[in-house]
């Protein structure tokens, strides 16, 4: 059993509900994304995305591409995220997935970056921009690493939904809303269908992202799916650390670490069913 499926069996166990924020790493430095993996860990997120800055982030609207700009200005490449992972992974319990593309990947060697994930101590891997058909080495690697490669589904990838089931492992991650990252008002309407639908073709669980970023939306999504995942709300309370930061001003740069630390835990508070009805 990979770290990903004990970690959904011991929630399915309890009744709760995956919480996964995403944070880039180096935003705003390598030092502050330890920090804040660490303290997400400690207010019960279960699986923590680390997004590898990337200069041309096709999934991503204009907040986390923000991020990933700050992180790349900043220094940050591929090993020190690596290296990043490897520091913090004895310190947490949650699960670690990277979170990046397929031209990076590529780069480094499918497989040789999926081993050396793994020596890091990642617990697996997303590639948003890599389609089914082109999939098959990351899949291998995969498999051979025990790190999960995880895909994504989308309301508009229909009968394709059952083939990408059929190779998943970890858990699917179902995208909320077309388009690019980026925190909506409202939830689709048909939201809960849309994960059904996904539900009838696979028994791993299932995560929703995209667009998600209030409590409400958690408290909402955790009735019908496994997981939540908080992205760009989250980036942008990092977007204030790197802004007080850059005004030289420790204390409110503190400050806004505990604000998004305390945002946080108000999304994983819904997916808590049985201390909501305590």
Same mark, same amino acid.
């Given at each position: 059993?990979?770290?990903?499926?004990?970690?959904?069996?011991?929630?399915?166990?309890?009744?709760?509900?995956?919480?996964?924020?995403?944070?880039?790493?180096?935003?705003?430095?390598?030092?502050?994304?330890?920090?804040?993996?660490?303290?997400?860990?400690?207010?019960?997120?279960?699986?923590?995305?680390?997004?590898?800055?990337?200069?041309?982030?096709?999934?991503?609207?204009?907040?986390?591409?923000?991020?990933?700009?700050?992180?790349?200005?900043?220094?940050?490449?591929?090993?020190?995220?690596?290296?990043?992972?490897?520091?913090?992974?004895?310190?947490?319990?949650?699960?670690?997935?990277?979170?990046?593309?397929?031209?990076?990947?590529?780069?480094?060697?499918?497989?040789?970056?999926?081993?050396?994930?793994?020596?890091? #101590?990642?617990?697996?891997?997303?590639?948003?921009?890599?389609?089914?058909?082109?999939? @098959? $080495? %990351? /899949?291998? &690697? !995969?498999? +051979?690493?025990?790190?999960?490669?995880?895909?994504?589904?989308?309301?508009?990838?229909?009968?394709?939904?059952?083939?990408?089931?059929?190779?998943?492992?970890?858990?699917?991650?179902?995208?909320?809303?077309?388009?690019?990252?980026?925190?909506?008002?409202?939830?689709?309407?048909?939201?809960?269908?849309?994960?059904?639908?996904?539900?009838?073709?696979?028994?791993?669980?299932?995560?929703?992202?995209?667009?998600?970023?209030?409590?409400?939306?958690?408290?909402?999504?955790?009735?019908?799916?496994? #997981?939540?995942?908080?992205?760009?709300?989250?980036?942008?309370?990092?977007?204030?650390? @790197? $802004? %007080? /930061?850059? &005004? !030289?001003? +420790?204390?409110?740069?503190?400050?806004?670490?505990?604000?998004?630390?305390?945002?946080?835990?108000?999304?994983?508070?819904?997916?808590?069913?049985?201390?909501?009805?305590?």
């Amino acid at each position: 059993m990979t770290r990903i499926a004990d970690t959904f069996k011991r929630l399915s166990e309890t009744g709760e509900k995956a919480f996964m924020p995403f944070l880039t790493a180096g935003d705003p430095n390598l030092e502050i994304t330890a920090e804040l993996i660490i303290e997400l860990d400690k207010i019960g997120a279960d699986i923590i995305e680390i997004g590898i800055p990337y200069s041309d982030p096709l999934a991503d609207g204009p907040t986390i591409q923000a991020g990933s700009l700050r992180a790349l200005q900043g220094g940050t490449r591929m090993p020190d995220v690596f290296e990043l992972v490897r520091r913090v992974r004895p310190q947490v319990r949650a699960s670690l997935v990277l979170f990046t593309y397929a031209n990076p990947v590529f780069q480094w060697g499918v497989h040789e970056f999926f081993q050396t994930a793994q020596q890091a #101590g990642a617990n697996g891997v997303i590639i948003p921009d890599l389609p089914l058909e082109e999939s @098959a $080495e %990351a /899949l291998a &690697a !995969g498999l +051979a690493t025990g790190v999960d490669f995880i895909p994504l589904v989308a309301p508009t990838s229909q009968e394709r939904i059952a083939k990408i089931a059929a190779q998943a492992q970890g858990f699917i991650y179902c995208v909320a809303a077309l388009g690019v990252t980026g925190v909506r008002e409202d939830l689709d309407a048909d939201l809960s269908g849309y994960v059904a639908s996904v539900k009838q073709h696979t028994a791993l669980p299932v995560a929703v992202g995209f667009g998600v970023g209030k409590p409400e939306h958690a408290a909402t999504i955790g009735q019908f799916a496994d #997981g939540v995942v908080v992205g760009s709300a989250i980036v942008k309370k990092a977007a204030g650390i @790197a $802004e %007080a /930061l850059n &005004a !030289g001003d +420790a204390a409110l740069a503190e400050a806004k670490k505990q604000e998004l630390i305390a945002f946080a835990a108000s999304l994983k508070a819904p997916l808590y069913p049985s201390k909501q009805e305590a």
